[in-house]
């Protein structure tokens, strides 16, 4: 499954975080508040931290890099959530959750990566096929209000690595259940259609390329078996640090390393 050949040009840039966001996941995780003012402090005293982060590409093109990435939910209700501007930063969330909810579907698609301390050339990629309401990948543990204890809480600021959770194909509440374990301690993983791995890459290819469509069914029944088909070359909807991307290829994730600053020094691949 070998990995996509992108060059990419790393150039440091001192790289300053200050919250502004909904959920500051990236704040949050880095200076352990979302308040601003602290997060400049940070900036003018010149803090240095360590940070991991990952490169996004397809079709042998860099598109993207961040921290995070969702496929599946996260990207469908991101994508519900832009087409409601108008609503308030809240209500549009709720909104989006709850109406990507009420049309739950899995996405068909197979799922390749590396584990963390694999090399690429003893090709130990390991590689499933099949439905998933929810892929994401993270190299930060995501902390927000909405999750204390972050998004990834099994995985670190510089731990060399990113975390991949993959959520299987289930009812739609068991899958609530699974969301809700995100606002408190823990078990979050404990589900049996969960599957958690540290990864150095990960690369999402969808047997039907789906696309972006309000058009999509109103049935209510369970997401199970149910996977949602469209048309070929129509863009994927992702979302990636909170910002909705859309693809209409195959992903491939890769983990790259990162200085950062509390300002953030980011290697950031050109």
Not at 72 to 79: I, Q
Request: with cysteine; aromatic share 8%.
């Amino acid at each position: 499954c070998g990995i996509d050949q992108v060059i990419t040009v790393r150039a440091a840039l001192p790289l300053g975080i200050i919250p502004a966001g909904s959920t500051d996941v990236v704040s949050c995780s880095v200076h352990g508040v979302r308040d601003p003012v602290t997060a400049a402090l940070h900036v003018v005293l010149g803090h240095l931290q360590q940070v991991d982060m990952c490169s996004f590409s397809s079709s042998s093109q860099l598109v993207h890099f961040g921290f995070s990435a969702m496929f599946g939910f996260g990207g469908r209700s991101l994508a519900r959530a832009e087409k409601k501007r108008w609503m308030s930063s809240s209500r549009r969330r709720e909104y989006a959750v709850v109406k990507t909810l009420a049309r739950l579907r899995p996405e068909d698609c197979q799922l390749s990566f590396l584990p963390a301390k694999s090399s690429e050339r003893k090709e130990s990629w390991m590689t499933n096929q099949g439905l998933y309401l929810s892929i994401s990948v993270m190299s930060i543990p995501c902390l927000s209000p909405h999750a204390p204890q972050g998004l990834a809480p099994n995985t670190s600021l510089d731990n060399g690595s990113a975390s991949l959770i993959a959520v299987g194909n289930a009812s739609r509440s068991e899958f609530i259940k699974h969301l809700k374990k995100y606002s408190s301690s823990s078990g979050q993983f404990s589900f049996p259609f969960v599957e958690t791995h540290s990864v150095s890459a990960v690369r999402i290819r969808p047997r039907s390329l789906i696309g972006w469509s309000e058009e999509e069914s109103e049935d209510e029944g369970d997401s199970k078996n149910t996977p949602i088909i469209q048309s070929e070359r129509a863009a994927l909807p992702w979302n990636i640090d909170g910002e909705l991307v859309e693809i209409a290829n195959e992903v491939l994730i890769r983990w790259d390393w990162l200085c950062f600053r509390s300002t953030i020094e980011l290697n950031i691949p050109k």
